[in-house]
């Protein structure tokens, strides 16, 4: 730095330093004049852990009453609505608590259609696994052939519904819609198709096929009586396995299905080791249900039938070539803004058209408990 330069700077903090006293000068002779509106928030420090007895003697010294630390003694306080109670919200938490039950399974495992209308659908079936090929001389022909015959099927739909009480929609006045901390409307919505899902996987696992869709544990054939009507041994479960044709085993899509009852039965059974049957694989309690029996997984579903006199309890196989099931498009929501405008409500209700049956008992086989 030159001289000139080094003496400009000098200058120049000078007069910085005259222009910051001049400003606090004018800073404190506006206080003297000025009634500040300055809000100073209040800090109160957490009470210590050790002056709980001495603080508790102290409230009782200037207000006579015990724990009156304990207790709000101010005029003004929220413990009363026209001292201030008014101003202060009431709590609460925007957690809408549901019960859960599970129910499906054999849903995910069967094979779906879908269809834009729900007209029966006719589908040929044949079964030519009784004839066979023969060793003829030379120049002969053929003795014991069989002409191939077909047969046919057919899956019809039926129409389900969910919605209120007394045969009427679900009826939700426009105040709650508008005002609830919960979106009420998509609320509703799940819970119908809820209800319809939860239908119909009875459905699909006990259905008499009279007015409703077959069920798996119905349409299949029984390959095994068990000794118990209570519970299962491990012969008897590899005597299922063995029940349903190595060509669908081979496939490997072969699968266990059950309801959770039958499987905690199941879970209880150990080879001549001490090992049990069923292994997740996993020490971890959160991974029970991902386990396999005897190599293959194992499907649970709610409303498999449960250990009873003469009920098909397990069912084993290839679920997919053995069991279909039909929809005609989706669930259908109905939102009724206009029915019951004149109350001030608007309903909700849904519905939608399926069918189930057992397409091929021969890819699965059933187990039924003992007769007595």
Not at 110 to 124: F, Q, S, W
Request: glycine share 10%.
């Amino acid at each position: 730095m030159t001289d000139e330069e080094a003496e400009r700077a000098a200058d120049l903090t000078s007069k910085i330093e005259a222009a910051q006293a001049k400003a606090e000068i004018r800073s404190k002779a506006a206080g003297l004049v000025t009634v500040t509106n300055k809000v100073v928030p209040v800090s109160f420090a957490a009470p210590k852990s050790d002056d709980t007895l001495e603080r508790a003697f102290e409230h009782y010294m200037r207000t006579g009453q015990a724990n009156s630390d304990l207790v709000e003694l101010r005029a003004q306080g929220k413990g009363t609505d026209s001292a201030g109670g008014y101003l202060v919200p009431p709590g609460f938490r925007q957690k809408l608590v549901e019960r859960l039950k599970a129910f499906g399974g054999i849903a995910a495992e069967a094979e779906e259609i879908r269809t834009d209308n729900g007209e029966t659908v006719e589908y040929p079936t044949v079964d030519d696994t009784a004839n066979s090929g023969e060793i003829v001389a030379e120049h002969g022909t053929f003795a014991a052939g069989a002409d191939v015959t077909f047969g046919t099927k057919s899956l019809p739909t039926y129409k389900y519904m969910a919605g209120g009480a007394s045969n009427l929609p679900i009826k939700v006045s426009v105040e709650l819609l508008q005002d609830s901390a919960f979106d009420v409307e998509s609320f509703l919505v799940k819970a119908l198709a809820t209800r319809i899902h939860r239908a119909q996987s009875a459905h699909w696992a006990t259905g008499t096929g009279t007015g409703q869709p077959e069920g798996l544990f119905v349409g299949g054939s029984s390959g095994l009586t068990l000794a118990s009507a209570s519970t299962v041994t491990h012969d008897e479960l590899v005597s299922i396995v063995h029940n349903v044709d190595p060509e669908y085993r081979n496939l490997g899509n072969c699968k266990w299905v059950m309801n959770d009852a039958t499987l905690e039965v199941i879970r209880k059974l150990k080879d001549s080791d001490g090992r049990p049957l069923y292994w997740n694989g996993s020490n971890d309690m959160g991974s029970e249900l991902k386990g396999t029996l005897l190599g293959y997984p194992v499907v649970i579903d709610q409303g498999a039938p449960t250990f009873a006199v003469n009920a098909e309890v397990l069912a084993f196989g290839d679920i997919r070539e053995g069991y279909v099931i039909r929809r005609v498009n989706d669930i259908q929501i109905v939102v009724l803004n206009e029915l019951y405008a004149p109350n001030g409500q608007v309903g909700f209700m849904a519905w939608t058209r399926a069918g189930g049956h057992v397409q091929n008992a021969n890819a699965f086989t059933l187990a039924s408990a003992a007769a007595a």
